[in-house]
């Protein structure tokens, strides 16, 4: 399989469930993000690692914990969560997160999350 | 801070015509910038990317954009659209001044008409 993959592809969960969702890079690459995509509004960047360390969190809340046990997976851990966070969550991949960022990002399909 | 506008959050063109997306930034310095197309249930697909030298940079698909200093602005265009084409773009800025981070726009849906 190449590129980004993304599992599972639909998720409905209640407020009190716990699941997680995957992302794979099958490109080599080092950096892998998640960003949150709701109807009308831009992405929104959530989560950075590089090199398997997080080095973003953009004042996610901790209903939202991210996992990167190495370079070529990335898990977002959901518990709690509030209808609002419905959404679609992207997972991307880079070479690296360099100094000005020249560096593509590849996108996976998303996950299309529904909080009852 | 930075910031990118996409004019127009729907555009429709016929199949054939000229397809011309709006995409403006704010940044205090010469940005990298991106066109990304989505299509319905797929992640963000690079179309093209602007980062040093020839303003014109042409993509996949027949696309091509132009960055223009003086007008802050970074239009995609494609002489002529296929249905095909009918998908979501979204335009994005990075750089150093970004903080090393990507700003979307909120995308602009094309809709082509047979």
């Known amino acids: 399989e190449t590129g980004v993959t993304q599992t599972p592809r639909h998720l409905v969960m209640g407020m009190t469930n716990k699941k997680s969702l995957k992302c794979e890079q099958h490109?080599?690459?080092?950096?892998m993000y998640w960003y949150k995509q709701s109807a009308k509004k831009p992405l929104e960047l959530m989560f950075v690692?590089?090199?398997?360390?997080?080095?973003e969190n953009n004042s996610v809340p901790s209903r939202f914990s991210p996992e990167c046990p190495n370079s070529s997976h990335l898990f977002l851990h959901l518990h709690t969560l509030q209808p609002e966070d419905s959404a679609l969550y992207l997972c991307?991949?880079?070479?690296?997160?360099?100094?000005?960022?020249?560096?593509?990002?590849?996108f996976g399909p998303g996950t299309r999350l529904t909080v009852l | 801070a930075q910031s990118v506008t996409q004019l127009g959050s729907h555009v429709s063109v016929s199949e054939g015509a000229l397809v011309l997306l709006r995409c403006n930034y704010s940044?205090?310095?010469?940005?990298?910038l991106f066109w990304y197309v989505q299509y319905p249930n797929q992640g963000l697909q690079l179309l093209l990317k602007?980062?040093?030298?020839?303003?014109l940079v042409k993509g996949i698909n027949g696309f091509e954009a132009e960055f223009k200093k003086s007008e802050t602005s970074f239009h995609l265009t494609k002489p002529s659209a296929h249905m095909s084409d009918a998908a979501e773009y979204f335009c994005?800025?990075?750089?150093?001044?970004?903080?090393?981070?990507?700003?979307f726009g909120t995308g602009t849906s094309l809709t082509v008409i047979p």
């Open positions: 994005a800025v990075s750089g150093a001044n970004t903080g090393n981070q990507f700003y």
């Open positions: 490109l080599g690459h080092n950096a």
């Open positions: 940044s205090s310095v010469p940005p990298y």
């Open positions: 690692y590089n090199f398997k360390e997080q080095t």
């Open positions: 602007y980062t040093t030298g020839a303003t």
């Open positions: 991307a991949s880079s070479q690296e997160r360099t100094s000005g960022n020249t560096d593509t990002q590849y």
